[in-house]
């Protein structure tokens, strides 16, 4: 059990240097919980600058769902990264920006503060503030099953 935990992990990190388009910064989305999505899960990432430098970044989110395409595109305030692991937070990422919205979708978001039932795509970017420049990428697929009584 031990053993496949390690092998996970490194899967794992092994993916998300495959997405770091600058090398120089990994992002790892964290997955919701099983069945869950709740529009505060989008940003919970953990960012590792591997490099020396300190960027300005700011973090782009793009959700679909399998059936119904295109749901929804943010991004948050622009946040300081330094050099090492960074746990982002609400507080780093304030205000966040709705760029674009499935109207279909636009209503239950807003007021549910989820989104219905379905297979999700869920894309983090994060993006260099001052050049514009993605510095890495994380996706994860989840469903949501939203029970009703």
């Given at each position: ?86 746990s982002v937070t ?60």
């Amino acid at each position: 059990m031990l053993k496949l935990k390690y092998i996970l992990l490194f899967l794992l990190f092994s993916t998300a240097f495959s997405f770091s388009q600058s090398g120089k910064v990994i992002i790892i989305l964290k997955q919701p919980p099983p069945l869950a999505f709740k529009l505060e899960n989008m940003w919970k990432v953990t960012l590792n600058n591997l490099s020396q430098q300190t960027y300005r970044v700011q973090l782009r989110g793009v959700a679909t769902e399998v059936n119904e395409g295109f749901i929804a595109d943010a991004v948050t305030g622009v946040f300081t990264l330094p050099p090492g692991v960074k746990s982002v937070t609400a507080g780093d990422i304030k205000p966040i920006k709705v760029n674009e919205t499935n109207p279909k979708y636009e209503d239950v978001v807003k007021n549910v503060g989820t989104v219905p039932s379905g297979n999700y795509d869920i894309c983090v970017y994060a993006i260099d503030a001052e050049t514009g420049m993605e510095l890495a990428s994380d996706c994860i697929s989840t469903e949501v099953l939203n029970l009703s009584q």
